[in-house]
């Protein structure tokens, strides 16, 4: 069974966007291979430009989810803009769904986890460190 975890309650800020970013990262570099993280935080009301920066962030995540305390987080009451980018960023995640299966899958068969191969395969390893694949100095 592949690990999962959900970011929390967090604030509708920019530093809790942040926070909950460097915790995706470090849970995926932990061996988690499935992070989110409720859209525009969950506690207070977003403003729209970090709503729009939090759509983004989150619909690339291995959940998208639209969720808040006291308030809808839906991207047509932050307007039209919102409107079309979650769409255009939807789109962009369901035409890449036979990609992420795929790989998931493999990643079941093989007992690997999605989020790490990367990081663990050293293939993101920095360049002439003693793990990087080859030297690109």
């Not at 509708?12 to 909950?20: D, I, V």
């Not at 977003?46 to 729009?52: A, E, Q, V």
Request: hydrophobic content about 35%.
């Amino acid at each position: 069974m592949a690990m999962q975890h959900w970011g929390g309650d967090c604030e509708s800020t920019y530093e809790a966007m942040a926070e909950a970013t460097r915790g995706l990262l470090s849970l995926s570099s932990s061996g988690f291979g499935y992070g989110a993280h409720d859209i525009g935080g969950f506690e207070g009301l977003p403003p729209s430009d970090l709503y729009m920066r939090w759509v983004a962030f989150g619909a690339f995540s291995s959940h998208t989810r639209l969720h808040g305390s006291a308030s809808y987080r839906v991207p047509w009451l932050y307007g039209e803009p919102a409107a079309v980018a979650m769409s255009k960023l939807l789109d962009i995640k369901h035409r890449i769904m036979p990609y992420i299966f795929n790989h998931v899958r493999f990643d079941y068969l093989s007992r690997t986890k999605p989020a790490t191969d990367d990081v663990v395969g050293n293939r993101c390893a920095p360049a002439g460190s003693s793990h990087a694949p080859h030297d690109v100095r």
